[in-house]
């Protein structure tokens, strides 16, 4: 059996492309408040984080896939669990993404001269392969959620910003705290979601460690920090109170984790905090480039 084109696409999991867009545009909307705001870095920037994101979901459908995790997996399509490509084939599908986000980041400090970010972006591969990849993946012992904040929140924000402005400013670590706990808390759903299945198959995720109930706290927790942040840092750019806006996108994704939904019922919940991530970015990206 050969996968068509549009189960290529569903498995490259485009519903979590937020983590990758949303990162860029609040790290250009911080290097915009400074005045440093590049549209070519950012462009570069974004290939970047993109070819990464799919390259991690094609690399986790690989590893999980030859392992067995996924052969009762009740979320989106995998393409090696479900026999419709190869593990080979999967495989070189993330190898050439991972490919894409080098040369993009290779060009992006060529033309900037920092060349020491070639070390963030080796460590970025890295942390993408290894996750469910190796022999010992970080994401099968619970540190996938701690990762996620780092690369998809820290990393991106603020590498994002200083690409552009050669700084790093209060601002941008401020965005960066809120989009790692949004992109961590997407994880959050995710392994919610997979509690039976990964427990059977001996993936000991943060999900599967802390329980169902704590799990749900967590992600509670977790989609909170950005409006929280978007509070605290209020009082010095007023402008940034229009990202509360956001609040009412993830509000149906709060009620079903928070309402004990369990299963495919929970698939919808990655949907709605992606798009509650993608709004909050773009609206705060805009309120700093005006503040």
Known sequence: MVATAGQWVRGARVRTLPNSVAPVIVGTGAAAAVGRASWWASLLALVVALALQVGVNYANDYSDGIRGTDTDRVGPLRLVGSGLATPAAVRAAAVACFAVACVAGLVLVALTGLW???A????SVAAAWFYTGGSRPYGYSGWGEAAVFVFFGLVAVLGTEYVQAERVSWLGVA?????????????????????PTDRAAGKRT???RLGERRTRVLYVGLVSVPFVVTLLAAPATPWLLVALAAAPVVLPAVRAVAGGREGLALVPVLRDTGLAMLAWAV????????G
Do not use: E, I, T, Y
């Open 116 to 118: 020491w970010l070639v």
């Open 206 to 208: 943060l999900a599967v």
């Open 120 to 123: 963030v972006g080796a460590a």
């Open 175 to 195: 965005g960066s705290v809120a989009l790692g706990a949004f992109s961590a808390s997407v994880l959050v759903a995710n392994n919610l979601r997979d509690v």
């Open 283 to 290: 609206l705060a990206a805009l309120a700093m480039a005006l």
